[in-house]
């Protein structure tokens, strides 16, 4: 697998609410997406303490992640989170999120994957799973509300098949809105 991550603290502050991870032992990679409520200091601790909770937690199932998460950031102001998870042999993906991260495959076609609402840390209630496929050179995107929800893939086209922090770069100068923290992190599934 690729993978290339692009954060942009809002006035490029010293605190990132938005928070970002990837994990894959070869077979099996999680991607995950977290935006702490808000913005500052508190964003930033409610983010790294979902990281962390997933981080020590991978080998339980996204469902069975997001409760557990959700119990132990309650002191926290809480997070709006999207996690993948994705077969590097067969390319099955599924995919749940909790508030509005946001997440689409671009493959033959663009799909986008939708989440539920509510906020990891809070309450949120049910929790449902997308299923997706992914061939190699196929992309996963997943992004915060500090960037504009509609990413015209369009316009990069020649960026697709390329250098993967140049694509996540250059996505994110064009769409991060200027009153929020914003992330956005880009998988690329590889030949297994
Ligand atoms: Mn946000």
Redesign the pocket.
């Given at each position: 697998m690729q993978v290339a991550v692009s954060l942009r603290p809002l006035h490029a502050g010293p605190y990132c609410g938005?928070v970002v991870g990837y994990w894959s032992d070869g077979v099996t990679t999680t991607l995950a997406i977290i935006?702490g409520l808000g913005h500052g200091k508190f964003a930033e601790i409610a983010g790294k303490a979902a990281l962390s909770f997933i981080e020590n937690h991978l080998d339980q199932d996204v469902s069975e992640i997001f409760s557990g998460c959700s119990d132990a950031i309650r002191d926290t102001r809480g997070v709006a989170m999207g996690i993948a998870r994705i077969n590097e042999i067969g390319g099955a993906l599924t995919y749940s999120g909790v508030g509005n991260t946001r997440a689409m495959i671009i493959g033959k076609k663009t799909s986008r994957l939708s989440g539920n609402n509510g906020i990891v840390g809070v309450d949120y209630q049910k929790l449902s799973v997308e299923n997706g496929r992914l061939d190699a050179g196929d992309l996963v995107f997943l992004y915060?509300?500090?960037l504009r929800e509609f990413i015209d893939i369009s316009l990069y086209r020649e960026l697709l098949e390329g250098d993967l922090d140049l694509l996540a770069s250059s996505v994110i100068e064009d769409l991060a809105i200027e009153r929020?923290?914003a992330a956005l992190l880009i998988y690329r599934k590889e030949a297994h």
């Open positions: 938005d935006d915060t509300d500090g929020d923290d």
